[in-house]
């Protein structure tokens, strides 16, 4: 069990692609590590999601934007005295850095696995239920079939094009959740409201509960305030109610 429970909350679209973006990551990263034909197969799903999701929209520019951005926040600080300069400028330096590979990608982004005939067949077939069993596509059964280190040596080569989509989306959350810290409060009978402040961009909300805490939180935001509603559930088939006594946790309003 972990030593902390976080939930977050994003406060526009943007950041609510890079939050799903990062979780197929490290979906992504997570199977690649074990070796069973069932956890290439969650690989290429995962491939096939990010896919869809850089498809939809143009990522690629509003990666850019949102690293640009950031870039020109952090620059201010480097005047500041007490600041961690080294750090500072190796952040910069690599936002820089995904900045120009990012521009130096001509077309979108993994735009060269739409002529992938293995992974169109899955993509086709992937939505029916049961529908990639082995008389349905046997060339996909014959590659799972294959040993891990050709397996894997695919997958990594079907992920390259994400790769730099990967660091540039881990800088970005990591520059917003290390804005700011974390502070001390108290959801009287289970419930916390508080405003937004309007002379700031708040972009992500954090709600860190102890990791052995059996309630979890419910968060609805807006434009000027939020709230956290937390919950409690024995039975997940059933609905959550509401935890009745004063919850202490900690909260963190992002802003960069």
């Known amino acids: 069990m972990s030593e902390q429970n976080i939930f977050e909350q994003p406060l526009n679209e943007r950041i609510r692609t890079f939050l799903r973006l990062e979780y197929l990551f490290t979906q992504f990263d997570q199977h690649l590590q074990h070796d069973s034909a069932w956890d290439t197969h969650s690989a290429v799903k995962a491939i096939l999601d990010i896919q869809s999701m850089v498809s939809r929209g143009d990522i690629k520019r509003e990666t850019i934007k949102e690293l640009e951005r950031q870039n020109t926040n952090l620059q201010a600080f480097i005047e500041i005295p007490g600041i961690n300069h080294g750090r500072l400028t190796l952040l910069i ?22 002529h992938n005939e293995l992974l169109n067949a899955v993509r086709q077939r992937i939505t029916v239920p049961g529908g990639l069993c082995d008389f349905d596509l046997p060339v996909y059964a014959h590659w799972l079939n294959q040993s891990v280190e050709h397996r894997n040596q695919i997958l990594s080569q079907w992920f390259e094009p994400f790769q730099t989509l990967k660091e540039a989306v881990k800088l970005i959350l990591q520059v917003i959740r290390d804005s700011t810290d974390s502070i001390d409060v108290t959801a009287e009978s289970g419930f916390y409201q508080k405003n937004i402040d309007s002379s700031q961009s708040c972009l992500l909300i954090r709600v860190i509960l102890p990791g052995d805490a059996n309630i979890f939180p419910e968060i609805s935001a807006g434009k000027h305030r939020f709230s956290i509603r937390f919950l409690k559930t024995q039975n997940p088939a059933q609905r959550p109610e509401q935890e009745k006594l004063d919850v202490n946790f900690k909260l963190a309003c992002c802003v960069v």
């Open 93 to 114: 330096d690599e936002q820089k850095k995904c900045i120009n590979e990012l521009h130096a990608i001509n077309g979108n982004i993994g735009q060269s696995l739409q």
